[in-house]
């Protein structure tokens, strides 16, 4: 099956890092994003992926064109932003003519795409949902759905006091190439211009699922991701050392928890380092304490520097006995 991952965004959430480099490509352990996005479906299920994405594109075929991965992937440029609908849309002449999957470019999600797959082609339609429950579906797209696995309505970030349930959607989508056919031309959101309409008439599935759902495109998700993958031992290279994965090369003379450390860094005497994702070639000083924090590739954090939940530059030099909660650095 084709898989098109929706990853046209720049990534401004996670700047400065993606002032550098594109999202999909981005580390989490020893993985790109893109990767970690593609592992929710079983290797016999996926023979091509096909990003849709509208920033840094030599970036991301100069990376691909390098490395081995068990898919194909084919880079398929917005020249605009399309919303959803128009980039699934504009990767119409890459698809074969069969059901295929697509999955939001954030995404890490134990969705298990095949029984999605089995439970679709059983009800029919042109469209089936992955669902998550929520406590709060105002800021998703949410489904009414039924016991027969229809969702009756969509409804894209209603109020709280109107929303019809609290199921939403969760960003995996199995289609039907005939869905093309209820597309508008030019941008559209696929929820608002394409779900509301084909649910009206039942074509709408839903499957709901348990286990993990992250949308890693903030810094306090990036980190949820880093510890789905350290519970999930998703790595191929280096270890885990206690709650940590360290790469390899890392030299840990601190106390590191609950984190992600890439390949080659050093961690001093007396640091400590506690749910953060550490890049390659990243220096923590002695003493320095970091919670919550993104650190760069080759940054360097100085001896007795407090940092809680910042980002910290790919490069950048945090001065020793720095203080600071919150934002980037520098700022």
Same mark, same amino acid.
């Given at each position: 099956?084709?898989?098109?991952?929706?990853?046209?965004?720049?990534?401004? @959430?996670?700047?400065?890092?993606?002032?550098?480099?594109?999202?999909?490509?981005?580390?989490? &352990?020893?993985?790109?994003?893109?990767?970690?996005?593609? /592992?929710?479906?079983?290797?016999?299920?996926?023979?091509?992926?096909?990003?849709?994405?509208?920033?840094?594109?030599?970036?991301?075929?100069?990376?691909?064109?390098?490395?081995?991965?068990?898919?194909?992937?084919?880079?398929?440029?917005?020249?605009?932003?399309?919303?959803?609908?128009?980039?699934?849309?504009?990767?119409?002449?890459?698809?074969?003519?069969?059901?295929?999957?697509?999955?939001?470019?954030?995404? &890490?999600?134990?969705?298990?795409?095949?029984?999605?797959?089995?439970?679709?082609?059983?009800?029919?339609?042109?469209?089936?949902?992955? &669902?998550? /429950?929520?406590?709060?579906?105002?800021?998703?797209?949410?489904?009414?759905?039924?016991?027969?696995?229809?969702?009756?309505?969509?409804?894209?970030?209603?109020?709280?006091?109107?929303?019809?349930?609290?199921?939403?959607?969760?960003?995996?989508?199995?289609?039907?190439?005939?869905?093309?056919?209820?597309?508008?031309?030019?941008?559209?959101?696929?929820?608002?211009?394409?779900?509301?309409?084909?649910?009206?008439?039942?074509?709408?599935?839903?499957?709901?699922?348990?286990?993990?759902?992250?949308?890693?495109?903030?810094? /306090?998700?990036?980190?949820?991701?880093?510890?789905?993958?350290?519970?999930?031992?998703?790595?191929?290279?280096?270890?885990?050392?206690?709650?940590?994965?360290?790469?390899?090369?890392?030299?840990?003379?601190?106390?590191?928890?609950?984190?992600?450390?890439?390949?080659?860094?050093?961690?001093?005497?007396?640091?400590?380092?506690? @749910?953060?994702?550490?890049?390659?070639?990243?220096?923590?000083?002695?003493?320095?304490?970091?919670?919550?924090?993104?650190?760069?590739?080759?940054?360097?954090?100085?001896?007795?520097?407090?940092?809680?939940?910042?980002?910290?530059?790919?490069?950048?030099?945090?001065?020793?006995?720095?203080?600071?909660?919150?934002?980037?650095?520098?700022?």
């Amino acid at each position: 099956m084709q898989v098109i991952v929706l990853a046209g965004g720049f990534g401004t @959430r996670l700047r400065p890092w993606t002032n550098h480099v594109a999202k999909p490509l981005l580390p989490m &352990l020893d993985k790109t994003l893109l990767e970690r996005v593609v /592992e929710a479906l079983p290797e016999t299920l996926v023979d091509e992926v096909i990003l849709a994405a509208g920033y840094k594109i030599d970036e991301m075929r100069a990376h691909f064109a390098t490395v081995e991965l068990p898919y194909k992937v084919t880079i398929v440029e917005e020249f605009e932003p399309l919303g959803t609908g128009g980039a699934i849309a504009n990767c119409r002449n890459y698809l074969r003519d069969e059901t295929f999957c697509v999955m939001n470019g954030d995404l &890490l999600s134990s969705v298990p795409v095949q029984e999605m797959l089995d439970f679709h082609h059983s009800q029919g339609g042109l469209a089936t949902i992955s &669902l998550w /429950e929520v406590e709060d579906p105002t800021r998703f797209g949410v489904c009414d759905i039924h016991e027969d696995g229809r969702i009756y309505q969509f409804q894209e970030k209603p109020a709280l006091e109107d929303a019809v349930s609290n199921m939403i959607n969760a960003g995996c989508y199995i289609l039907e190439p005939e869905v093309f056919d209820r597309m508008p031309d030019g941008a559209h959101s696929m929820e608002r211009d394409v779900y509301t309409h084909i649910a009206d008439e039942g074509l709408l599935n839903g499957f709901a699922f348990e286990g993990h759902f992250v949308d890693a495109g903030t810094p /306090e998700s990036w980190i949820e991701g880093v510890q789905v993958c350290l519970s999930g031992e998703r790595w191929s290279s280096g270890d885990m050392y206690g709650t940590s994965w360290l790469g390899d090369g890392v030299i840990d003379g601190g106390e590191s928890s609950f984190s992600a450390v890439g390949h080659g860094c050093t961690i001093s005497s007396g640091a400590e380092v506690e @749910r953060c994702a550490v890049l390659n070639g990243a220096y923590i000083g002695g003493r320095a304490k970091m919670f919550e924090c993104l650190v760069g590739e080759g940054a360097t954090i100085g001896e007795n520097a407090m940092l809680k939940g910042v980002i910290v530059d790919y490069g950048a030099t945090v001065p020793a006995g720095h203080i600071q909660t919150g934002g980037t650095y520098p700022q």
